[in-house]
């Protein structure tokens, strides 16, 4: 476990698969707890050349249910299955999807009830603060899947659209990751955040920089990359920050 607050880059990839980037995949370490974010294809091998160790990790919070935020969650579980995992695991996701990803497991013979551990499924709320040993985390829903609420899942089963972005505090360092969003619009509760850990597929990075400014973001780790993505080089609209663009296995420290 880290002696500092550190954010690992699992998966810097989007929904584009790119041979050299996992999708979508973070580990907040604290000395008192260790947080995965996103379970993206990918993630767990990223997990394993990062040196991380199954035991270690006591929450995963998925952002919303798209594949690349979600389809490597079962093949992780089954690791910490065959690890032997035995401390209780919390997974948080999007409540309209809690009761459907225990019947996609089921689905792959992953029955959780009867791993040597208990896992806990928990529906996220917006702006309820999930209980994480030392760290602050507030989910904020936002508008990244908007346009297909209301499309059936099932037979009388409608979609909420679901999706969340986090607003984190440790100690006295405050941080946020986006998630993918809908529009800039979703991140205004990042004014004041140190690092913004920002998804670069769903926004113009010229806007990008010129809110971070006005949110006084002091700097951008840009996630989410897909094939022939351009940074944007020296072209930063006036942020004054650090611009930082992400890669599997880079570790950011949070209290610099
Ligand atoms: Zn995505």
Known sequence: MSRTATWTILGSGGGEAAPDRASSGHLLET???SILFDCGDGVTG?????????????T??????????ICG????????????????????????????????????YL???????????????????????????????????????????????ENTGESYSFEMVYRTLRFAYSGDIGSLDDLEFCAGCRSLFVESTHIRLPELYARAESWRIRRLVLLHICPGFDTGGEVTGGFSGEVLPAEDGLVVPLDR
């Open 31 to 33: 000395p008192e707890t």
């Open 46 to 58: 990223s997990f394993l050349r990062s040196g991380k160790r199954y035991e270690e990790v006591d």
């Open 60 to 69: 995963i919070i998925v952002s919303h249910t798209h594949p690349d935020h």
């Open 73 to 108: 969650l079962s093949f992780f579980l089954q690791q910490l299955y065959l690890a032997r995992r035995l401390r209780e695991l919390a997974v948080y996701l999007p409540a309209e999807a809690v009761a459907g990803v225990r019947s996609a497991l089921a689905l792959q």
């Open 111 to 157: 029955f959780v009830e009867r791993f040597g551990f208990p896992v806990r499924f928990i529906g996220l709320k917006d702006n309820q603060s999930i209980p994480c040993n030392g760290a602050s985390i507030i989910p904020h829903l936002n508008t990244h899947l908007t346009a297909h609420r209301g499309q059936p899942w099932a037979a009388g089963v």
